[in-house]
């Protein structure tokens, strides 16, 4: 996923950045996998609430 972000927008300028978009991604794509509409997980994770996940839930 972050090759895909790279090439539409360059680069990370730094690798934080990159790191934090890899995190950000992965926590959105399991989020999604369990379920969760991406704008509530956003919501949630600003909120301080993060939903419990099932294990058995990701592929």
């Given at each position: 996923?972050?090759?895909?972000?790279?090439?539409?927008?360059?680069?990370?300028?730094?690798t934080?950045?990159?790191?934090?978009?890899?995190?950000?991604?992965?926590?959105?794509?399991?989020?999604?996998?369990?379920?969760?509409?991406?704008?509530?997980?956003?919501?949630l994770?600003?909120?301080?609430k993060?939903?419990?996940?099932?294990?058995?839930?990701?592929?």
């Amino acid at each position: 996923m972050a090759k895909v972000k790279q090439k539409v927008s360059g680069c990370f300028r730094r690798t934080r950045y990159a790191e934090a978009y890899c995190r950000i991604s992965s926590y959105l794509q399991t989020m999604a996998n369990q379920g969760i509409n991406p704008l509530v997980a956003i919501q949630l994770a600003l909120a301080g609430k993060i939903p419990e996940v099932d294990p058995d839930g990701c592929e």
